[in-house]
C-alpha cells in the first residue's frame, strides 16, 4: 500500500536475524538503523524513511525519533526488555514513546512480548491495550504461562512467601527449572 512500518528490537545483535526473517516474508526494501552502521549508513537508512523509499525499517530504541513519509504501523518486539530504556544523558524508554506516537500519528502499535511487562499486563487488562494472544509458537516452543501470585497477607521464611516456595516445590518436582529475579 506504500506504507511503512517501524520494527524496533531491543538489541543490535537481533537486527539481522530479524532483517533476514523480514526479506523471506515481505517483497519490499527493508532498512536497519542503529549505532555500528557508519554515518553514511545511518543517514542514508534514515532518508530512505523519510522519502518512504523503505517499507520496513528495523531499528534499536534510537529509531523511534526516525522520520517517516507515511508511517503505518510500529511494532516493538520484545517489549519488556529493559535495554528500550535510555539511561544516561537524554533519557527516554522507546516503548513508551512508541505508544506515545502511535496515539500521536493515530496508528496502531504492537507491543509484542511472551513475557509482557508489568505495565503492559495492567493495561490489558484495564482495558487500555488490545490483549491479542498467540495460541501456538514457532517449532517445538510451549507456550508461556503467567501468574500473579499474591503475597501480601502470606507467611515470609527466608525471604520467600509461603504460596512462592509451594509454586517452586511444585515446578522441581515435575523436573523443570526456576529461575528468580530479586529486585
Known amino acids: 500500500s506504500g506504507q511503512q512500518a517501524l520494527v524496533i528490537v531491543p538489541e543490535i545483535g537481533l537486527t539481522p536475524q530479524t532483517i533476514g526473517r523480514f526479506e523471506k516474508r515481505f517483497q519490499t526494501r527493508i532498512v536497519a538503523i542503529h549505532s555500528k552502521l557508519t554515518d553514511r549508513e545511518r543517514l542514508n537508512a534514515w532518508l530512505m524513511a523519510k522519502k518512504g523509499l523503505a ?23 520484545e517489549e519488556h526488555d529493559l535495554s528500550f530504556k535510555q539511561q544516561d544523558s537524554f533519557r527516554y524508554n522507546a516503548r513508551d514513546l512508541a505508544v506515545f506516537r502511535g496515539r500521536q500519528e493515530n496508528i496502531p502499535v504492537l507491543l509484542g512480548s511472551a513475557t509482557p511487562s508489568l505495565e503492559s499486563i495492567a493495561n490489558a487488562q484495564t482495558g487500555r491495550y488490545y490483549h491479542h ?41 515435575q523436573g523443570n527449572q526456576v529461575l528468580l529475579f530479586i529486585n
Do not use: C, Y
Not at 521464611?157 to 511444585?170: D, K, R, T, V, W
Open 133 to 173: 494472544q498467540l495460541l501456538s509458537r514457532a517449532g517445538q516452543a510451549q507456550l508461556v504461562k503467567h501468574k500473579v501470585l499474591d503475597i501480601k497477607n502470606q507467611p515470609i521464611n527466608h525471604g520467600i512467601a509461603l504460596g512462592l516456595e509451594m509454586e517452586i516445590e511444585h515446578h522441581l518436582k
Open 55 to 77: 517499507q520496513i525499517i528495523i531499528a534499536t530504541r534510537s529509531g523511534i525519533f526516525t522520520a517517516f513519509k507515511q508511517l503505518a504501523m510500529i511494532v516493538v518486539d
